[in-house]
């Protein structure tokens, strides 16, 4: 059972370059959600999505968008990338949204943007 | 609105001695709350949760909470630090529809 699988671990970009982080579960969980992770702010969610085909956005969803085609996959696209999203991301997944369930967390993508 | 606060960034304790980390929330709701261990270079793991059942909550690895409703804290303890239990811990609120409040995390340092 490989949980929560974030693809790539590293990622170097200039700036004005796009790319897609990967993450897919394995484990038919509902909710899945990308968070970002900045010294001394805790994580702040990026975007979410409760169900195949739906998505909604988070705290800090500028420069980010997602999409949710089946159960297992929801990738993060960077559009136009800049050095303010220099961060470590996460996806975290969830058996339901509903209040009692922790998430299970990817091991993160660290993303340099230069 | 929800908030959680986690009232120090960093801990140091003896190897054998008692860990405390704090949290202390706010919500509209009767919220869930959690926490969460990550190790350096790794995802976050879940601890504990406390879900309106019983007030203490006993997590993983030892560790222990207690939901205070009246002083709005969820104090994360330990009875014995080990060198394996340094890490960042977070404290997270989750109260309403979707809304999820992670803490700033309190980082906790163990000295042989």
């Known amino acids: 059972n490989a949980g929560v699988t974030q693809t790539p671990k590293f990622q170097v970009l200039k700036t004005g370059q796009s790319m897609t982080l990967q993450c897919a579960q394995d484990m038919n969980h509902e909710y899945m959600s990308w968070y970002r992770q900045d010294p001394g702010m805790g994580l702040r969610l990026i975007h979410y999505s409760v169900g195949a085909g739906i998505t909604d956005q988070g705290e800090v969803p500028n420069g980010y968008n997602v999409s949710r085609s089946t159960t297992e996959d929801f990738p993060l696209r960077l559009l136009s990338a800049a050095p303010s999203q220099t961060s470590v991301y996460f996806c975290?997944?969830?058996?339901?949204?509903?209040?009692?369930?922790?998430?299970?967390f990817g091991s993160g993508t660290r993303l340099t943007v230069v | 609105a929800q908030s959680v606060t986690q009232l120090d960034s960093h801990v140091s304790v003896s190897e054998g001695t008692p860990v405390l980390l704090r949290c202390n929330y706010s919500?509209?709701?009767?919220?869930?709350l959690f926490w969460y261990v990550q190790h350096p270079n790794k995802g976050l793991q879940l601890l504990l949760k406390y879900t309106s059942a019983a007030t203490l909550v006993k997590g993983i690895n030892g560790f222990e909470a207690e939901f205070k409703k009246s002083e709005t804290s969820f104090h994360l303890t330990k009875p014995s630090a080990h060198m394996s239990d340094a890490a960042e811990y977070f404290c997270?609120?989750?109260?309403?529809?979707?809304?999820?409040?992670f803490g700033t995390g309190t980082k906790l340092q163990v000295i042989p």
């Open positions: 997270v609120v989750r109260g309403g529809y979707q809304k999820v409040t």
């Open positions: 919500s509209s709701y009767s919220p869930s």
């Open positions: 975290a997944s969830s058996y339901s949204f509903g209040e009692n369930y922790g998430y299970t």
